[in-house]
T-cell receptor, first 115, second 110 residues
Framework: ETGVTQTPRHLVMGMTNKKSLKCEQHLGHNAMYWYKQSAKKPLELMFVYSLEERVENNSVPSRFSPECPNSSHLFLHLHTLQPEDSALYLC??????????????FGPGTRLTVL | RKEVEQDPGPFNVPEGATVAFNCTYSNSASQSFFWYRQDCRKEPKLLMSVYSSGNEDGRFTAQLNRASQYISLLIRDSKLSDSATYLCVVNRDAGNMLTFGGGTRLMVKP
């Protein structure tokens, strides 16, 4: 299944590094999402974009910076992260962000380790 | 109180058993409800939506009780391949902002 792809799949970075996570959806959807899944915790919604405009920022620290250049691509820029930011970062897309019943399709995730 | 609460399990059941998971949610304004399945080190995938009238998809039956703010998932004739974590998911408000429960882990043994 290649509807939503994410790169890299694994990333190890130091606290002073700058890196970016990439997500691409091939489903023709208008909405894209970033989620964080930490060990022993539920998935947490971080950001939502609809038609390339940010519609939700769920009180995420500024060391995480999203970018949505078009409706098919979503980036998460990372800088000066902390070890507690180590987690699985999941991208998802749906037809629309305002329709309550739209199914969200997830990418395989990027497993991030911050040293 | 957590927005979506689930028993983390694990539920260890033999093949062929019937197993039920429950989930409660705190936001009475929630409108859409789902069960997602997440295999170990994989992404979540939609298992089924949950409708007010209850719905069935093969061996899986989902029920919603709005008055009690309670959702259930019943799996009949469990297969080894059903082993996974089952995520109860509720939309937060009028939009498609989902809130996930912590998941219930199911292990089906031969």
């Amino acid at each position: 299944e290649t509807g939503v792809t994410q790169t890299p799949r694994h990333l190890v970075m130091g606290m002073t590094n700058k890196k970016s996570l990439k997500c691409e959806q091939h489903l023709g959807h208008n909405a894209m999402y970033w989620y964080k899944q930490s060990a022993k915790k539920p998935l947490e919604l971080m950001f939502v974009y609809s038609l390339e405009e940010r519609v939700e920022n769920n009180s995420v620290p500024s060391r995480f910076s999203p970018e949505c250049p078009n409706s098919s691509h979503l980036f998460l820029h990372l800088h000066t992260l902390q070890p507690e930011d180590s987690a699985l970062y999941l991208c998802a897309s749906s037809q629309d962000s305002g329709t309550v019943s739209d199914t969200q399709y997830f990418g395989p995730g990027t497993r991030l380790t911050v040293l | 109180r957590k927005e979506v609460e689930q028993d983390p399990g694990p539920f260890n059941v033999p093949e062929g058993a019937t197993v039920a998971f429950n989930c409660t949610y705190s936001n009475s304004a929630s409108q859409s409800f789902f069960w997602y399945r997440q295999d170990c080190r994989k992404e979540p995938k939609l298992l089924m939506s949950v409708y007010s009238s209850g719905n069935e998809d093969g061996r899986f039956t989902a029920q919603l009780n709005r008055a009690s703010q309670y959702i259930s998932l019943l799996i009949r004739d469990s297969k080894l391949s059903d082993s996974a974590t089952y995520l109860c998911v509720v939309n937060r408000d009028a939009g498609n902002m989902l809130t996930f429960g912590g998941g219930t882990r199911l292990m089906v043994k031969p």
